[in-house]
């Protein structure tokens, strides 16, 4: 039984060396262990900063959407990575596109933008906004997205040192403008082409006398805009 025993716990490449000098494992052999070979970590390449390229999208999680660039774009890494909002990546079409990603971190993740164009013009766009817009007013291409925290309140919660509530964010494009709340879509029509306008997210921070300093974001907006 010991034998047994003895022979199970001899890691196997030290005991196949052992029989094939034709002599039982010694402590020496026993004492090298064999290390297993590594496996390959797949590492997530989020995009970092303002990239604009050629490349194929996907879907790579209910978060997540990856930027695969074409064979030209040989300095750009294979895979990129962009987070959004999950509600945000409904109206998401995979394809080739023209993009323009831009992406930072904050006290409270990460904020993300995305624009997605063909050759029929902008197909889709969505932006995390917190505090400081990611995209530059150019990029909207007409469009202009406006939080309003003196609007309608509604308030969500409060803590000791701020209040937070929900407020209303104002879509423009030329002289047409609408209005949402969070949680609202609204079909649109500008220019002749058809557009989805969706708002996850509209929030304003009303900070009070606190101790602590308040590190976060006072502003957070999360929207989306995609063509019929």
């Not at 080739?96 to 050759?119: E, F, N, P």
């Amino acid at each position: 039984m010991k034998v047994l025993w003895i022979a199970i716990l001899i890691p196997p490449l030290a005991l196949a060396q052992a029989q094939q000098q034709g002599r039982p494992a010694t402590p020496e052999d026993l004492s090298r262990r064999q290390v297993p070979p590594a496996e390959s970590v797949r590492q997530e390449q989020l995009v970092t900063g303002r990239v604009q390229l050629e490349a194929a999208i996907v879907k790579s999680a209910p978060d997540r959407v990856t930027l695969r660039p074409g064979a030209g774009k040989q300095a750009a890494p294979a895979e990129m990575t962009v987070v959004l909002n999950p509600a945000a990546l409904a109206d998401l079409k995979p394809g080739t596109y023209s993009v323009l990603a831009d992406q930072r971190r904050h006290s409270g993740g990460i904020a993300g933008a995305l624009k997605l164009r063909d050759t029929r013009g902008l197909v889709y766009l969505s932006e995390k906004i917190v505090d400081v817009p990611l995209l530059k007013p150019a990029d909207r291409e007409g469009w202009t997205v406006t939080q309003h925290p003196a609007g309608r309140r509604t308030f969500v919660f409060e803590d000791q040192c701020k209040a937070v509530y929900n407020v209303p964010t104002e879509f423009r494009f030329g002289e047409q403008k609408w209005e949402l709340s969070a949680h609202q879509t609204q079909m649109v029509r500008v220019a002749n082409v058809s557009y989805k306008l969706s708002l996850t997210q509209s929030q304003f921070v009303v900070l009070k006398q606190c101790p602590v300093t308040f590190e976060g974001g006072r502003s957070e907006v999360d929207y989306t805009i995609s063509r019929l």
